[in-house]
């Protein structure tokens, strides 16, 4: 576990790293540091959270889970009393300083779910037990979520909780026809929504709709085909200069991409790769239900959404506002990313000690 720890906290600092890098990049273009600035101190609070989680028993945590999904659902209803922010309710503002709640609720429900299912491990095969009541509140703190509107923050957790219960013996009987009734309600509500349909239809049909929903993937890929092999080098893109909106948050993998070219991209998806692998291995591990599937879901958090993001960026997926993980602009996304990586940290040292103890 100690060597499996350490691979976890390359990758984290690699890919933070490269994101402060390719900030300090777009800082450049926009005339300023700033980005770089707030994103480090960010990355100092992320890494003093981490520290203290990977420092404590994670099981010391339970007593606080269900206030915490209290508070969190709190926040989530809050954000409707603070102004939009390009047409959705998902920032709480207090002068300068701002954060998104569903952020935090990602790991608060995968924390509630995974001591939900260590209480009712031996009846997780039942409708009742398995998927009815984590269901509410799983599509309660969903719910919330989703009338932001953020549909990629409800679509990640949704198979990332979906993950979970499958991986704790959830009956596929009972989750296929939930999944199907879900995911063409979530299609349904997305058609009916004016501009999620354009950016389907500039998915579908990136050429034809290049100049307007389909703008900022074409772009994209554009900085991606500029990019080849080796790049055109650190600070020399030119996608960054007002052509790939939000270039620093949802779509810094084009900056990586164009400025580094296909090697970096390549590596970037191969620490993905490697991070949940490790996540994976100290679920496996774990010394007890909690702590597998606590290690379980960060992982599948780590992987998917990493996946939803370059899968956006390279047309692979439709436009959806989510954040790479580490390397995007975003305090509350690399604080609660960091976060994750404390809780595996913590959950591997006590599997290290318990084999220290039974050798």
């Known amino acids: 576990m100690r060597f499996t720890a350490i691979i976890l906290v390359i990758g984290m600092t690699g890919l933070t790293g490269l994101g402060m890098v390719t900030l300090s990049s777009a800082g450049l273009a926009k005339g300023g540091s700033q980005m770089l600035l707030e ?17 404590i028993d994670y099981r010391s ?25 390009k047409g959705a309710h998902r920032w709480i503002r207090i002068g300068r300083i701002g954060f998104q709640p569903s952020e935090v609720a990602k790991v608060v429900l995968i924390l509630l779910l995974a001591q939900y299912v260590e209480a009712h491990a031996r009846f997780m095969n039942t409708f009742h037990r398995g998927l009815l009541v984590p269901g509410l509140f799983i599509g309660l703190t969903l719910g ?3 009338v932001e509107p953020d549909r990629g923050t409800t679509a990640l957790m949704a198979g990332v909780t979906g993950a979970m219960l499958i991986a704790s013996g959830v009956r596929g009987l009972y989750l296929v026809p939930v999944g199907v009734v879900g995911l063409a309600g979530f299609v349904g509500l997305l058609l009916v929504d004016p501009v999620r349909y354009k950016r389907i239809m500039g998915w579908l049909h990136p050429e034809l709709y290049r100049e307007s929903s389909g703008y900022q993937a074409w772009q994209a890929m554009l900085a991606l085909g500029a990019g080849g092999w080796n790049g055109v ?4 893109g030119r996608q960054k200069l007002g052509w790939v909106p939000e270039h620093q948050t949802d779509f810094i993998f084009s900056v990586v991409g164009e400025e580094l070219g296909l090697v970096a991209t390549l590596l970037v998806l191969a620490t993905y790769v490697v991070m949940v692998v490790c ?29 939803i993001n370059i899968g956006v960026v390279t047309s692979v997926l439709p436009n959806k506002g989510i954040a790479l993980p580490f390397v995007s602009k975003g305090g509350s996304n690399l604080v609660m990313m960091m976060a994750c990586v404390g809780l595996l940290l913590s959950v591997a040292r006590l599997a290290r000690l318990r084999g220290e103890e039974s050798s």
């Open 61 to 85: 945590l339970k007593p606080w889970i269900l206030p915490l999904w209290v508070l969190t659902l709190g926040l989530l209803v809050a954000v409707f009393f603070f102004d939009e922010v």
């Open 279 to 307: 996540g994976l291995a100290i679920a496996a591990n774990a010394r007890d239900t909690f702590g597998k599937f606590v290690a379980a879901g960060v992982s599948f958090l780590f992987g998917l959404q990493a996946f």
């Open 233 to 236: 080098g650190l600070g020399e």
């Open 39 to 55: 994103q480090v101190a960010f990355a100092l609070v992320g890494l003093t959270l981490c520290g203290t989680l990977a420092s």
């Open 144 to 146: 919330l979520i989703f």
